[in-house]
């Protein structure tokens, strides 16, 4: 458990367990004879537990003892000491009481005044040296049961009912051996399985912060979120919580009590969230709330109610110049995800769909800005594509958040993996990437830089589709400074995350951090590609990190940019593609042509393409044309079916149209070999 245990006896008597910083459990006994009623057999007990056997000569202080884990039934190793108030002061008594977590105060059931002395003296005591939003769990023990042929009980009822931290009574006799044993058992299991956190014994119901922890569970458990566990969510439910599936039988008879003594406790033959509740409850009320405990903990939950570090946060190394990335089983994941909450199917989350999915938070982590983050539909809900990329980004940037947020949806439990770290995929270092020329990676990162108004925010939206009317919606105070989604690279999908770095004068060392940098200036504004150029001189003339010139607003007058030379001659020399023409004010979705060639450079840093206009004029865009015709992908089909194949039947041999086709294909292409070979070598 990793938290103090130590049992402190009281003459008429009390128990106290508290935990050493080393975790093991401590039982200390506390032997309090002055001006109290003494001989309540309190050494005996633990003489007797300890020899098995009841000792003929009791000493007044038995020496301290430890108790291994193997022979206590909670598998809890536990230090018994005694104290002596001839030998000890009442400091070091009222020290032990401070640092108890549960006491058992020991009566003798033959002498009323010891049964007195617990309401006058013992519990007033304890209380007044223990803080009143955390008391301390109590036991009474009552001891020489064997001397005795009735039961105390129904004397302590009503102080039981008084004082609702005690936990429980345990009659017992240190003589004939009797609830020995049973009496530790229940002093370890006030510690690890306390009550007073679930269950308010006034108002005979749970406590708030306990419905509110098992709401969540329900609701994760819940996998087709139809408000009730089904069959097979209960069995999964069982088998993960307690290694171990019901009987169909075992299951219709829970379901039956819960029928009894609820009308809504049971729908369609499933549990609801009420019969769930309803459970739990008796199963504390019976004195079984190590059940719900085991649940709690299962679920990540500590003493407090409260998700632990550990559960939300469990630990995941990332060496420098390494990413991180959500792998294949996290994303099928968050698919089921989106799932069961997209209750109408239209493959976008709703904003009661999205608060529904976030109902397992503790708070609502996702804010305005991120619909202006990720893509939309023409509401504005989240769609699939964007729900995963948001999820992508928040991984990329904030690892950690991710693991905490995945913790609250449950993935180490849903997934059946030890922890939400198995969910992350950390890349290799991006030095290797360069010298293999070759990347694993499916995000990567390009910083927008640009003075202010040059048109980054159109280039942050128009990768997520968004032309200039729909960008003049967004309010000014949900604007994003970041933007994600797929782009696809040689057939292969990829994550383009953008981020709009500041406009000052020097950038951060975080801001020069990226795969690629989009350097966008206004073709209106004479003073907008000098920014650009000083930022690049700064910063990324001298690095790996591929850039690209951004020539936004191209729809409107070009301007001479008041700058030494101009932007294609700047690309030119500094052995750049040439400015990317760019606008969003476009009738339909804005052209996704630099975000292609962004990605591309990022996946390839260091190829260091030359020509990546699309002017459809130059020798370049001609050659790609012509690869990507119609007529040239039939000839190279039948050219390698022909030859590679060898599958030409015998009317294709003797059809002068093929031979035609397959010349021309031949001729084509080593012409159109030896042109790009020029092209390319002049621009070089």
């Known amino acids: 458990m990793g938290q103090q245990f130590v049992v402190a006896w009281i003459t008429a008597t009390a128990q106290l367990t508290t935990l050493n910083a080393d975790g093991n459990p401590l039982c200390h006994y506390l032997n309090i004879g002055k001006n109290f009623l003494t001989r309540v057999g309190k050494t005996s007990l633990i003489m007797s537990l300890v020899s098995e056997e009841f000792p003929e000569e009791v000493p007044p202080r038995a020496e301290e003892i430890t108790i291994p884990a193997d022979v206590t039934p909670e598998r809890v190793p536990t230090h018994i000491v005694d104290y002596s108030e001839a030998e000890q002061s009442d400091e070091q008594l009222y020290h032990e009481i401070s640092q108890a977590n549960v006491i058992c105060i020991v009566y003798a059931v033959n002498n009323k005044n010891s ?61 004939n051996l009797k609830n ?43 996998q087709d979120n139809d408000g ?191 922890s939400q770290a198995s969910a992350i995929t950390v890349t290799r270092d991006k030095k290797i990437d360069l010298q293999k020329k070759q990347t694993q990676r499916n995000v990567f990162r390009c910083n927008v830089v640009g003075m202010k108004g040059c048109g980054k925010s159109g280039v942050l939206q ?63 504004n004479p003073k907008s590609f000098e920014y650009c150029a000083r930022i690049f001189k700064q910063h990324f003339m001298d690095s790996r990190i591929p850039c690209l010139v951004v020539a936004a607003k191209s729809d409107l007058h070009e301007v001479r940019q008041e700058y030494s030379i101009s932007p294609a001659e700047f690309c030119r020399k500094h052995k750049m593609p040439p400015p990317q023409a760019f606008t969003c004010n476009t009738a339909d979705v804005p052209s996704k042509d630099i975000f292609v060639k962004l990605t591309t450079m990022a996946m390839y840093p260091h190829a260091r393409l030359r020509c990546m206009c699309a002017c459809n004029r130059c020798t370049f865009c001609i050659c790609q044309n012509f690869l990507n015709s119609d007529l040239l992908q039939s000839v190279k089909n039948k050219l390698f079916t022909a030859v590679l194949n060898r599958h030409v039947t015998q009317a294709d041999l003797k059809s002068s149209t093929f031979w035609l086709r397959a010349s021309f294909g031949a001729t084509v292409f080593a012409v159109l070999g030896f042109a790009m070979y020029k092209a390319l070598l002049k621009q070089r």
């Open 462 to 524: 128009a990768l997520l589709g968004r032309n200039l009317i729909r960008q003049r919606q967004i309010r000014a105070e949900h604007k994003s400074y970041y933007a994600i989604n797929t782009v696809y690279v040689y057939g292969q999908e990829k994550y383009l995350l953008l981020h709009d770095v500041s406009d000052s004068d020097f950038l951060t060392d975080a801001e020069t951090i990226c795969d690629a940098v989009c350097l966008v200036y206004d073709v209106s």
């Open 180 to 222: 020995i044993s049973e009496l530790f058992y229940y002093a370890q299991k006030a510690v690890l399985h306390p009550t007073g956190p679930l269950y308010c014994p006034e108002e005979k119901e749970m406590k708030p912060a306990c419905i509110k922890a098992l709401t969540r569970i329900f609701r994760i458990s819940d």
């Open 228 to 418: 009730t566990l089904n069959d097979a969510e209960l069995n999964f439910f069982q088998r993960i919580c307690f290694n171990t599936p019901l009987a169909p039988q075992a299951l219709e008879d829970v379901k039956n009590v819960v029928r009894k003594n609820l009308s809504d406790g049971v729908a369609d033959n499933g549990l609801t969230l009420k019969g769930f509740l309803f459970l739990h409850t008796l199963f504390i009320q019976r004195g079984r709330h190590e059940t719900t405990w085991t649940v709690l903990r299962r679920f990540g939950y500590d003493d407090d109610l409260e998700l632990t570090p550990e559960y939300l946060f469990p630990p995941l190394k990332i060496p420098p110049d390494c990413t991180t990335e959500l792998n294949h089983h996290a994303y099928l994941f968050l698919q089921s995800i989106f799932d069961k909450h997209d209750l109408d199917r239209d493959c976008a989350l709703s904003p009661d769909e999205l608060k529904d999915l976030f109902k397992v938070f503790p708070y609502m982590p996702w804010g305005p800005d991120v619909n202006n983050t990720v893509c939309t539909n023409e509401r504005g809900w989240i769609t699939y594509q964007g729900f995963l990329s948001q999820w992508t980004l928040t991984t990329y940037l904030d690892v950690q958040r991710c693991l905490e947020y995945l913790g609250y949806l449950g993935y180490s439990i849903l997934a059946e993996q030890e």
């Open 115 to 175: 049964i007195d002395k617990v309401t006058s003296r013992w519990i007033p005591l304890i209380n007044e040296r223990t803080d009143k939003d955390s008391r301390l769990p109590l036991i009474l023990v009552g001891n020489k049961s064997d001397l005795v042929e009735y039961s105390s009980m129904e004397t302590i009822l009503p102080i039981m009912n008084q004082y609702t931290e005690i936990e429980t009574c345990v009659e017992c006799s240190a003589k």
